[in-house]
């Protein structure tokens, strides 16, 4: 299991996202750095906590937020968002084997899915296959509710999981 840095973010909501939160729902694949959404009112103060702990933010980041770097060269990409939902992710985070806070499946492929890099469709894919029909159904209400454009590609990357894996 990929170790993740210390994560001085006490009192601020914050969930991983990105390649380690996968861990959650599919094998653990490699990944370089570790990236974690908080909410867009919590930016300063995350800001200041990282900084207060040693980190040293290393600049902004394209989607938005910022990126910080340990004493220990180890990289943390803070996301910051104001998606009408991440209240509700935020509030209702799952867990990894280690204890750590992960974005909700439904949400976490509802991002993954707006990124829409090839590793991001392939994550979807994968952790499709050990998800429950039910939850399906939940994930693609999200996608309709929040990104109508893409439930297309949705119910396809649900067809290949099934393919691939076998029907949920």
Known sequence: MQPIPDIPLAGIAWVLVGGLATRAYMPERMTLDVDIMIHSEDEQAA???????????????????????????????????????????????????????????????????????????TDVQRMLRDTPQEERVSTRALIVDYTPDLVEDYDSLVMLADWEFGEQ
């Open 47 to 121: 800001r200041d906590a990282f900084t207060q702990a040693g980190y040293t933010i290393t600049g902004p980041l394209s989607i938005g937020g910022f990126s910080v770097q340990g004493l220990d060269n180890s990289t943390i990409d803070v996301l910051i968002s104001t998606a009408p939902w991440l209240d509700q992710a935020l509030a209702h985070p799952n867990r990894d084997t280690a204890g750590y806070p992960v974005m909700p499946r439904p949400y976490l492929t509802l991002i993954k899915m707006q990124a829409g890099r090839p590793q991001d469709w």
